[in-house]
């Protein structure tokens, strides 16, 4: 039986593009199935899957795309094509996703990607995968293969076809080759956050863990690897966090670099998983070189590479961050272990470091021990987070916790 490849293309516009895919596909023994999201008629091909249904899946009845603004339009497929892949993937009618066009084609192919499992193959070729262009906003926490278009979509040309060529072959290959979306995991999965940063003392501690038996998962904390690990907390493939850099909270507070995601720790609190949670990173807030003032740079900071500057947070700052991070582990349903490295949360924050400032650091540790008394086990640990010595300890306390849980 052929194996089938879907593709989700605007035909009205894209429908040279369509057939010369179509024909690669035939060549490799493959068969498409067409989702057309185009607002015109086509003279090129019949679809399998039209703008009309997918509209209809969003509950809105059109006799024409027209009828709406293009706005409007997009607004409904998205919403529309969102509800409709979840029910023809289940009906098994594709092996792989692949999507081509513009930023109007790639928004809509953006939320057909995102419900579709880890693992499972899908691509998108898109002419805003480039230039000054968000990567986040074609990807988001999937693992869509993104290919640059290079040139616009305006027929079959030496340029495009290569690239399309090179499309073709891999989601034909993907699906062939793996393809196995994540279904079967431990049972006890351990989520953990982690940075540049603070990775001799993660990377230290995961292996420590793994040895022990342990199944750990990292997620890096600047603006994505938060979302995931959260996801996947509320879909309960995560049993258990550690979270190891809790950046992202700066990010959310103050912006910058690493900003991006809303509400870490409530997926884990509100789940009732235990939670090892430690404040590493919680003390700077980076940003774009090009971003930073004179009157910035007054401060405490260190340059991270040639395009970041990590600036030390003020007292009053990282009170706030305090306050975000006891709100939300007050809500815990589950065992919550604080652990505080009271020599510094990052590298470079020990004495003589270039972001060493024990009164900005001690106010969040104060703030943490005062809120969450009653609520969580507070550690203090005299070593940096980087410590071996630090390490040991969340160590015993992940083993203590998860086993008191079991």
Known sequence: MKRVIGI????????????????????????????????????????????????????????????????????????????????????????????????????????????????????????????????????????????????????????????????????????????????????????????????RGSSNLIRTLKRKGFQVVSFHSTGVGGQLLDKLVTQGIIKATIEFSLHEIVGELLGGYSSGVLNRLLASSRKGIPQIVIPGACDFIDYGVEEVSEKMLERKHIYHNSDLVHLKLSRKEIVEVGKIIVERLKESKGPVTVILPLKGMRSGSTKGGALYDPEVDNAL???????????????????NINDDEFSVIVQNEVKQLLHSNA
């Open 8 to 199: 989700i293309a605007s035909l009205d516009t894209k429908g040279e593009e369509v057939i010369f895919i179509k024909n690669l596909l035939d060549k490799f023994g493959y068969s498409p199935f067409i989702i057309d999201i185009g607002a015109g008629r086509n003279s090129f091909l019949k679809p399998d899957i039209d703008a009309l249904y997918i509209a209809k899946k969003a509950r809105y009845n059109w006799q024409s795309p027209f009828d709406v603004s293009k706005s409007k339009m997009i607004d409904i497929l998205k919403y529309g094509i969102e509800k409709a892949i979840p029910e023809l993937y289940k009906k098994g009618l594709f092996d792989g996703l692949l999507s081509i066009g513009g930023l109007q084609n790639t928004t809509i192919a953006v939320s057909a990607m995102k419900v579709l499992p880890i693992g499972f193959p899908k691509v998108i070729v898109s002419t805003v995968a480039s230039g000054k262009r968000s990567f986040d906003s074609i990807v988001g926490i999937t693992d869509t293969v993104v290919i640059p278009s290079l040139t616009d979509f305006s027929g079959s040309n030496v340029i495009t076809d290569k690239v399309l060529s090179n499309a073709v072959a891999a989601i034909t290959g993907m699906t062939e080759r793996a393809g196995k979306t994540l279904q079967k995991v431990p049972d006890m999965l351990i989520g953990m956050t982690t940075m540049g940063v603070v990775e």
């Open 365 to 383: 540790f104060d703030i943490l021990k005062s809120g969450l008394e009653n609520k969580a086990k507070v550690i203090d640990v005299n070593a």
